[in-house]
């Protein structure tokens, strides 16, 4: 078995370092930055995974500099000097025990309400003043954004982006995925706009490809920039805008030539086809149409999706035989792990000594260590 996980434990340039191997901390909501600022207690966490043999680990999402942009208890913010002092702390951490380590930067749009941090006064933005779909026929309907708005929201993601460069990250990544703000852009259903950010498929992408281009701008050639993206939503786990090779690759493309390096392809359970045409899943057609590097998400390791997680379910270690077949195949480049990180820090070292009896499992008590 240790041979057969060799290919996970081939190293990969990633921008001006490379990593030791293939596997990524996938990104997970904490919550457990009061006032917005990573502490000491953050550093110590991500620093454990590095330790444990992940190679480049993805932050949880990591809110950019404007009124609207988070929607949780707690979490980190990417602007402000507190806060940055309490990233470079993180970085140095995670450099220190030989990972490399991106931000998840991250603007929740419509599904904020009235009454969350950081300041209760404050309401959703969106591309429409449609209600998010997690919120139902509750809640109060977003405020749709101008075109005064989306710059100032562009421009937050750029100086996001110099930001984390200034204090050492190795790249960034952003959130395009899961119907938060980019990705409420780019659903026919939170986007209801008849201007030039709405209505056919290629102007709803502006938003994001705009997006992009200003973080390419503002960081460089050199600097990487991951774009994480799903066909899942909350609120519609069943979404599916495309819904052929065709329609992704009309989808892909701009984003690519816009500057993304990396795409993250988030999907509940790696192993499914994306399409009908092959066994490819969402990372591999991805790859194949961009030639860009690709990362796959979903279940890797355990034997249940992350929604059991929500209803108080545990999860057991998984084999990695067809994960590894795939990733002989060159289907994607890199892994994304999520809970079988939370579960257990040492997973990665475990997996590449074979020592996979040792592996912990999951549980739902374990989100209290997020």
């Not at 702390?89 to 991250?106: N, S």
């Not at 994304?336 to 000594?353: E, F, N, S, Y």
């Amino acid at each position: 078995m240790k041979t057969q996980t060799e290919t996970l434990f081939r190293p990969f340039p990633f921008g001006s370092t490379t990593l030791w191997n293939r596997i990524v901390m996938a990104p997970m909501t904490r919550s457990q930055s009061p006032g917005g600022i990573p502490t000491a207690e953050v550093a110590s966490y991500y620093r454990k995974r590095a330790e444990g043999g992940v190679a480049l680990i993805i932050t949880e999402g990591t809110v950019v500099d404007h009124p609207g942009s988070n929607g949780y208890p707690s979490v980190p913010r990417i602007y402000g000097d507190d806060a940055l002092t309490g990233w470079r702390q993180v970085v140095e951490a995670v450099h220190g025990a030989g990972g490399a380590i991106i931000p998840q930067l991250w603007h929740v749009g419509s599904v904020r309400q009235p009454g969350m941090e950081p300041d209760p006064s404050v309401g959703g933005f969106g591309p429409s003043a449609v209600l998010h779909p997690t919120h139902g026929e509750e809640g109060t309907p977003p405020t749709a954004l101008g075109e005064r708005d989306i710059t100032a929201i562009v421009d937050a993601f750029a100086s996001a982006a110099t930001k984390a460069q200034s204090v050492g990250f190795d790249g960034v990544e952003i959130h395009g995925a899961h119907g938060y703000l980019v990705d409420q852009f780019l659903w026919e259903k939170t986007n209801l706009r008849t201007d030039h950010y709405g209505g056919s498929a290629d102007n709803r992408l502006r938003f994001a490809t705009e997006l992009v281009s200003a973080v390419r701008a503002a960081v460089g050639s050199d600097f990487p920039i991951v774009f994480r993206f799903s066909q899942w939503k909350m609120g519609d786990y069943r979404a599916k805008p495309a819904r052929d090779p065709q329609a992704l690759e009309a989808f892909l493309t701009p984003l690519a030539e816009a500057g993304v390096d990396v795409f993250h392809a988030s999907t509940r359970k790696y192993w499914k086809p994306e399409f009908k045409e092959s066994n490819l899943n969402l990372a591999g057609w991805t790859r194949k149409i961009t030639g860009r590097p690709t990362i796959t998400v979903g279940s890797v390791g355990l034997d249940s999706d992350f929604l059991s997680a929500f209803m108080g379910k545990g999860a057991g270690p998984e084999g990695l035989e067809n994960l590894i077949e795939r990733m002989e195949r060159d289907e994607f480049d890199l892994v994304a792990v999520g809970r079988a990180l939370i579960a257990d820090p040492q997973w990665p070292i475990k997996v590449q000594t074979g020592h996979f009896e040792d592996i912990e499992p999951f549980n739902p008590e374990a989100l209290a260590t997020l």
